[in-house]
């Protein structure tokens, strides 16, 4: 090899050794940590009234397990159980001053009754299931808002995630929002 091939290839590995070894991997504990972003409120132009919303948390996990596939429906996953849902979002309005756990309802013609809603979610895979490492970003989640049985016009949340081990995040709440409502 020539003298200055080889000193080439050489500096290319000292420097490629000096990056990688340079590269810190942030380490965060099992369980998912959350924290409230931002709640983004959206008018519906033709109503003239905020029925949606976009709810952003930031998250972190340092085994990446965040996520369930749209097969992962046997236990502890199975539809009506209690890790169904992998985002769990509780709706509160305020009432008379006091912050209220309230049922959302809907009404079924099929069957003539109203059915309650939820806001929970089931998150997709943030990585593939055989992947163990560290991950954060930012959660976003589009929400129907207006609850047209109610006469109060101010709500929030409180939410959580779990991962594939079932450990259970911390529990946020959002700061009180207020809806523009007919």
């Not at 380490?27 to 924290?35: G, M, Q, V």
């Not at 129907?144 to 959580?160: C, E, G, R």
């Not at 911390?170 to 929002?177: A, Y």
Request: a negative charge.
């Amino acid at each position: 090899m020539a003298p200055k091939v080889y000193l080439t290839v050489l500096v290319t590995i000292i420097v490629m050794i000096a990056c990688t070894s340079c590269k810190k991997f942030e380490t965060y504990p099992l369980e998912p940590f959350i924290e409230f972003r931002e709640f983004e409120l959206l008018m519906n132009p033709v109503s003239g009234i905020t029925d949606q919303g976009v709810l952003r948390v930031f998250y972190r996990d340092g085994d990446g397990n965040i996520g369930l596939e749209q097969g992962d429906t046997t236990y502890p996953f199975e539809p009506g159980g209690d890790y169904y849902y992998n985002l769990i979002i509780t709706y509160y309005e305020q009432q008379h001053g006091v912050f209220t756990e309230v049922p959302l309802l809907s009404w079924n013609s099929n069957t003539q009754q109203y059915d309650t809603l939820t806001f929970n979610a089931r998150l997709p895979l943030l990585l593939p299931k055989n992947q163990k490492k560290s991950i954060k970003g930012i959660i976003e989640n589009q929400l129907f808002i207006y609850n047209p049985l109610s006469a109060f016009d101010t709500i929030q949340f409180k939410v959580k995630i779990i991962d594939r081990d079932l450990n259970i995040s911390n529990e946020i709440t959002t700061p009180p929002i207020v809806l523009i409502k007919p």
